[in-house]
Antibody
Framework: DVQLEQSGAEVRKPGESLKISCKTS????????IAWVRQMPGKGLEWMGV????????RYSPFFKDHVTFSVDRSTSTAYLRWSSLRASDSAIYFCARRRYTLGVPDGFDKWGRGTQVLVSS | VLTQSPGTLSLSPGERATLSCRAS???????LAWYQQKPGQAPRLLVYGTSITAAGIPNRFSGSGSGTDFTLAISRLEPDDFAVYYC????????FGGGTKVEI
């Protein structure tokens, strides 16, 4: 059974760093892209980017590039999302999701984690 | 940019729902997905490749369209279908629409 288990809620102050995790199981981690999606309070879904665990090839949405970093640990089948300096506007729920394939071409996100709530407040 | 309409759709169980997703550029015929999200839950993939229903999704959900205009139809609304629905294109990078809330 494919599962994406995300780390628990976090509270930080502006300027602090944070790394949240998405531990996967039930499939071959290295061969599926992992996406990160932000959802601000009461708002819609925003695609942040994707990472390919086999070679750590990361693609960022222009809006999030230079503010977040994706990484993976293949030994534990875990993906990470990191901020080096948080802002109050980073307060949101962050989802990880697995990107499925059709005939070898990546398409929709078929499995999702439950989300990690991040609150940034002084 | 993906624009979803209407923002809110008020319907009764048993009625048909038609949700629209319009793209600012040509998305082709195979690069659009639809998701359902209920309060406090992660999104769930309903349709990918514009018209392919994902595993485990009831056949009352169907997707169609091509180019810049796409539709998600729910043939007969059940109580469990009242939720927010998002379209997503993945032809050029990835973007989500703003969502349509289907309410009772």
């Amino acid at each position: 059974d494919v599962q994406l288990e995300q780390s628990g809620a976090e509270v930080r102050k502006p300027g602090e760093s944070l790394k949240i995790s998405c531990k996967t199981s039930g499939y071959t981690f290295s061969t599926y892209w992992i996406a990160w999606v932000r959802q601000m309070p009461g708002k819609g879904l925003e695609w942040m980017g994707v990472i390919y665990p086999r070679d750590s090839d990361a693609r960022y949405s222009p809006f999030f590039k230079d503010h977040v970093t994706f990484s993976v640990d293949r030994s534990t089948s875990t993906a990470y999302l990191r901020w080096s300096s948080l802002r109050a506007s980073d307060s949101a729920i962050y989802f990880c999701a697995r990107r499925r394939y059709t005939l070898g071409v990546p398409d929709g996100f078929d499995k999702w984690g439950r989300g990690t709530q991040v609150l940034v407040s002084s | 940019v993906l624009t979803q309409s209407p923002g809110t759709l008020s319907l009764s169980p048993g009625e048909r729902a038609t949700l629209s997703c319009r793209a600012s550029q040509n998305v082709g015929s195979s690069y659009l997905a639809w998701y359902q999200q209920k309060p406090g839950q992660a999104p769930r993939l309903l349709v990918y490749g514009t018209s392919i229903t994902a595993a485990g999704i009831p056949n009352r959900f169907s997707g169609s369209g091509s180019g810049t205009d796409f539709t998600l139809a729910i043939s007969r609304l059940e109580p469990d279908d009242f939720a927010v629905y998002y379209c997503q294109q993945y032809k050029t990078s990835i973007t989500f629409g703003g969502g349509t809330k289907v309410e009772i």
